[in-house]
């Protein structure tokens, strides 16, 4: 079955840092590769999706993740980090079916 | 402006109870579909619909029900049978349901026992 794994439960980075959020699936074929984020009590927003092509995706608000087939990898990056970045990211696979499966996610904490 | 609503924000349910939330969409979407959130859980679905008249079961669809009379709308009813109800639920829809597509996500509703 397909899965999902998001290793680090919490991450805390200091405002203008570089930041790098893991995401490893377990998909046979060529997955469809999602990142959303949380803000607390709000609904997911997308930031950005891969499904084939360049393995270097870019997102909004200055997201980008790259698609490593050789490690099932999907890691989020942001060369500086806002504090308004501050919020919860989720990772999620389509499953070859018509369903979604998200990760446990990455709570972000960002100090001034 | 499109989007989708959800209400109550906030909600309580007694016990024996069944409570019913709410989830509209003005965005023309075929599919929709019913997420429970826990803390360090992430997203597991209950269930989705991909027509009017149609839905299917989620992972966790035990002691929920849904209906889709509607495109724009599908409400979740957590019926006394779901013994532990207290999360955070979300709705969201996709243009047509597969797997490839964006989610567009409500603001959720907290649900909690008294």
Redesign the interface.
């Known amino acids: 079955a397909q899965s999902v794994t998001q290793p680090d439960?919490h991450i805390t980075v200091s405002e203008g840092a570089s930041l790098e959020l893991r995401c490893n699936y377990s998909y046979g074929a060529t997955p469809?590769l999602?990142w959303?984020v949380q803000s607390p009590?709000?609904?997911?927003?997308?930031l950005l999706?891969y499904?084939s092509g360049d393995t270097l995706v870019q997102g909004i608000k200055g997201f980008e993740a790259e698609f490593k087939r050789s490690q099932s990898s999907f890691n989020l990056r942001k060369p500086s980090v806002h504090w308004s970045d501050a919020a919860e990211y989720?990772c999620a696979v389509?499953?070859?079916?018509?369903?979604?499966i998200?990760?446990?996610?990455t709570r972000l904490q960002v100090f001034p | 402006d499109g989007g989708?609503t959800?209400s109550p924000k906030y909600l309580f349910r007694k016990e024996g109870q069944n409570v019913t939330l709410s989830c509209e969409q003005n965005l023309n979407h075929d599919?929709m579909y019913w997420?429970r959130q826990d803390p360090?859980?992430?997203?597991?679905?209950i269930y989705?619909s991909?027509i009017v008249n149609d839905f299917q079961k989620?992972d966790i669809a035990e002691g929920y029900s849904v209906s889709r009379e509607k495109k724009e709308s599908f409400p979740l009813t957590v019926t006394s049978a779901q013994k532990n109800p207290t999360a955070f639920y979300?709705c969201?829809s996709s243009l047509r349901?597969?797997?490839?597509e964006?989610?567009f996500?409500?603001?959720?509703t907290?649900l909690s026992v008294l």
């Open positions: 439960i469809y999602f959303y009590g709000q609904g997911l927003q997308l999706k499904f989720f389509g499953d070859g079916t018509d369903k979604l998200f990760g446990t996610g | 989708i959800q599919a997420y360090g859980q992430g997203l597991r679905l989705y991909q989620g979300l969201a349901g597969t797997a490839n964006k989610l996500f409500g603001s959720g907290q």
